[in-house]
């Protein structure tokens, strides 16, 4: 192992949903029944491939995600963890994470992902409102929801869940009260997501249609700042724009790609960065497996980056972190130069939105709820 190399994080999509998510387009990949054999012998033929290409390193993360994770057999979750610490070996208390959807289902699995090596569950909790989840287009409610916490607490060392706020009448009152009883439930972190409206789901098709409004921003923005009051108060503060933690248990998987490092990503649809390289797998998953067993690999495509597209992605995912960006890191990413108009940073200081001090830049609580208009003054492309 290359002893300086900055850790690696391992993303291993699994593409299968139990049912149609009004979120993503996997609709199409509702199965009633996989080729569980064939499959983990896929990913494993897919993660040899990545770990060839990148010798000499260390995992810090693993993170299961995609359509149903929690779904995918313990079995084949033990074998590619086995075989990412063979080819690569493991930093010391790696973080391996599995997305679940809090269900009865899925929760009696819990104990057995445990057994096969994840130590960390993302729950998708996403409301505790009945109406809401309904909204939202869950098949769980919230009693149900609920024991999937209270199960998971009692099974991995670490649990993180999600909630979607600023929702169609959403009162500020509301949305403390569920904030606060989230809080309660005392997991290390939280992530805390605006509802927004994105291409392609069925929020836009109804958006379109006339019959969802979208949320009022300046009310979102007093939601987005009682939210950052009340998770700093409880001693879970935020470290990215939308995820809060305690000191210690943030995200060790997500602050890789949010500080710009190395992760190889294997199975369908699965993005991934290998040095200068962004890579993208096929995404659907008959066209995933022919090309594993064509190729030895999923890959539909390899993009080499330039110095000037990797400085812009550095600053881009760096500057949602509440420790922002190191320019002089940034600098050398992009070959020479940030990537970035000091002009605006000089005016965003003085509206209180970013902070400069050397070469260390930030976007100040009061800039991060209009980040994404902040980064198209800021940054040069």
Known sequence: MTPDAPPLALYVHWPFCVSKCPYCDFNSHVRESVDQDAWRAALLTDLAHEAALLPGRRLGSIFFGGGTPSLMP???????????ERHWGFEPEIEITLEANPSSVEAARFADLAAAGVNRVSLGLQALDDDALAFLGRAHGVAEGLAALETAQSVFTRVSFDLIYARPDQTQPQWEAELARAIGFGTEHLSLYQLTIEPGTRFATLFEKGELAAFDPDRGADLFEATRAMTAQARIPAYEISNHARPGAESRHNLTYWRYGDYAGVGPG?????????TIRHKKPENWLAAIARNGHGLEREDALSPADRGVEALLMGLRLGEGVDLARIARIAGGTAPIDFRAVAVMQTQGLAVRDGDRLRVTDAGMPVLEAILRELVRT
């Open 74 to 84: 313990p079995a084949t979750v033990a074998a590619i963890i086995a075989a990412a």
């Open 270 to 278: 699965a993005h991934g960065r290998r040095g200068g390289t962004a």
